[in-house]
């Protein structure tokens, strides 16, 4: 891994990865294991995970793109946050498993006509991943902040499990004390070792296709002031920068056919819950999850630093501020949905980031109003004293009497929607009116560039989406390699052919 020193770069390589998240790390390492030559380019700065506090304000700034303040605009704007350092999202996000959800892949297999998606193949991918990224459950106790979840969905008898993560636990550590197994620790250096190299603080802001190989036009700078970059030619590239700056890079290349339309999100409502006792982790997030209402609606908890649940309470600040004071007994819970709506990201010239918007169907909106209410109901279950749900004009809410009031004042206009699930802005298949990218990642129209990230899944999976990201990342990756190898084979076998005549 090294930063570019000097003003002019011109690099070759087979393969051209950029970015180094999810999708971005497991390609350079599968390829680079299979013998390629590949580089990945990276924007953000490579920070090692031991030197940023976990879900801190510090790490927003240094690992997250603009800080984390990113939005898709609409009624209401949906606020968004990507990682932008080595290993993407990976490396700032809660490390909440789901294996890919194999009714959904069906239904993308079917309705976006997806060849040769064995989903045999996914699950024993999963099960490699589960492996490489060492996915496991908590020792012991959970934390009181995801107990709560677990008392409430019990005392409601409403579905509800400990989601595992991938994280490493000292022996005799508890629920605090996991590392998380993100890219940097694991699929990065498996590129390493099988001989990729990286380049961080450099961004790809154009790919050029001549024919015969592509050039990536870059420049770099720790993102406070840029400067010119120089080229990267390779033979191949992956195009793996997440699901908002991937269709982006693509237009800004040239590349439009139902790229960028169809982004879909799990958007959020939450609220903050107080109890009588302590309850606050600062540094990590609840592992239970309620699924009695999935795939339309999950319950979940958030990070909730004192920074973050001040943030929670500003929608109505003014009868909600002096809560603060106690904020180590209130811990922050979220309502996700799996939306209808859709949002649209759009390169424009001369803008360095795109434009993003994204529409909530009325289903969405209602179901959106119904998932606080039942969230507020789950934590009074839990044993809550008072809830703040993160709305302008938004009442506290105390007993089960005040849950009418709440809901009847609830608008999802009024209301801080965020996600962090980001997809499907380059649907993968070969229904050509619907997908930008070929059956295995290919843009379709495009000989060179693939792209290899949560673009590709056709619609949001309605859980967690990091491992359904890899294990078609694994997928596609895998298959480009039997593509290529096959065809230097025929190459060969032409070549001794023509010998052995000649
Ligand atoms: C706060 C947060 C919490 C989350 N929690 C969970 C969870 O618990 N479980 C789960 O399954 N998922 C979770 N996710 C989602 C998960 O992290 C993503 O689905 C996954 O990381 C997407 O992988 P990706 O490869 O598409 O993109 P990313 O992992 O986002 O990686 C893209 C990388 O590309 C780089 N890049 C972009 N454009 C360029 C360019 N032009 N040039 C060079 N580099 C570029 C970016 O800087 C970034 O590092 C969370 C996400 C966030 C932000």
């Known amino acids: 891994m090294s930063g570019i020193e000097g003003h002019q770069i011109h690099v070759r390589t087979q393969v051209l990865v950029v970015g180094s998240g999810a999708g971005g790390a497991t390609t350079a390492a599968l390829l680079a294991e299979a013998g390629f030559d590949v580089l990945i380019v990276e924007e953000g700065p490579w920070v090692d995970q031991d030197t940023?506090?976990?879900?801190?304000?510090?790490?927003?700034d240094r690992q997250y793109r603009s800080g984390g303040v990113t939005v898709a605009l609409g009624l209401p704007s949906i606020a968004y946050t990507e990682?932008?350092?080595?290993?993407?999202?990976?490396?700032?996000?809660?490390?909440?498993?789901?294996?890919?959800?194999?009714d959904v892949v069906e239904r993308w297999r079917r309705d976006f006509r997806i060849d040769g998606l064995d989903v045999d193949e996914l699950e024993s991918i999963a099960d490699?991943?589960?492996?490489?990224?060492?996915v496991t459950t908590v020792p012991g106790k959970p934390t009181p902040a995801s107990e709560i979840l677990r008392r409430g969905a019990a005392a409601l008898n409403w579905r509800h499990s400990e989601i595992p993560r991938w994280m490493k636990y000292p022996a005799g550590g508890d629920a605090v004390t996991g590392k998380r197994q993100s890219m940097t620790r694991t699929y990065l250096p498996r590129a390493f070792a099988a001989g990729a190299r990286m380049l961080v603080e450099t961004r790809v802001d154009r790919l050029v296709d001549n024919g015969l190989n592509v050039t990536a036009h870059v420049t770099y700078g720790d993102g406070t002031g840029r400067m010119p970059g120089g080229a990267i030619t390779a033979a191949h590239v992956f195009v793996c920068g997440g699901a908002i700056q991937t269709p982006a890079l693509l237009q800004r290349s040239g590349m439009r056919s139902h790229i960028g339309r169809t982004l879909a999100v799990h958007p959020t409502v939450k609220l903050t819950a107080k109890f009588a006792d302590e309850v606050n982790v600062p540094d990590d997030v609840p592992v239970h999850q309620v699924k009695e209402f999935a795939p339309d609606l999950s319950f979940g908890g958030s990070a909730s630093h004192s920074g973050l649940v001040a943030l929670a309470l500003t929608d109505e600040w003014r009868t909600f501020s002096s809560a603060i004071e106690d904020w180590r007994r209130m811990s922050i819970?979220?309502?996700?949905?799996?939306?209808?709506?859709?949002?649209?990201v759009q390169a424009l010239p001369g803008f360095r980031d795109p434009l993003v918007t994204y529409r909530l169907s009325h289903r969405d909106r209602e179901v959106l109003r119904s998932g606080l209410g039942r969230l507020a109901l789950l934590t009074l279950e839990a044993g809550a004293t008072e809830v703040y749900p993160s709305f302008r004009g938004a009442p506290v809410v105390r007993d089960r009497g005040d849950l009418a009031t709440m809901q009847q004042r609830f608008a999802a206009s009024k209301a801080s929607v965020m996600t962090v699930h980001l997809c499907s802005t380059v649907p993968m298949g070969e229904h050509r009116d619907r997908c930008g990218a070929d059956s295995f990642g290919k843009v379709h129209g495009a000989d060179r560039v693939w792209v290899n990230d949560a673009s590709l899944l056709p619609t949001a999976p309605g859980v967690n989406p990091q491992a359904t990201v890899m294990a078609f990342a694994i997928r596609n990756a895998r298959r480009f390699i039997e593509q290529q190898q096959s065809q230097q084979s025929h190459r060969s076998s032409g070549a001794t052919q023509n010998g052995a005549q000649a």
Not at 52 to 60: A, E, G, H
Not at 128 to 134: L, P, T, Y
Not at 333 to 342: K, P
């Open 52 to 60: 940023v506090t976990p879900f801190s304000l510090d790490q927003m």
């Open 333 to 344: 819970y979220y309502a996700a949905i799996t939306s209808e709506g859709r949002g649209w």
């Open 83 to 102: 990682g932008r350092c080595a290993g993407g999202g990976t490396e700032v996000n809660s490390g909440l498993y789901f294996r890919p959800p194999l």
């Open 128 to 134: 490699e991943v589960e492996q490489a990224i060492n």
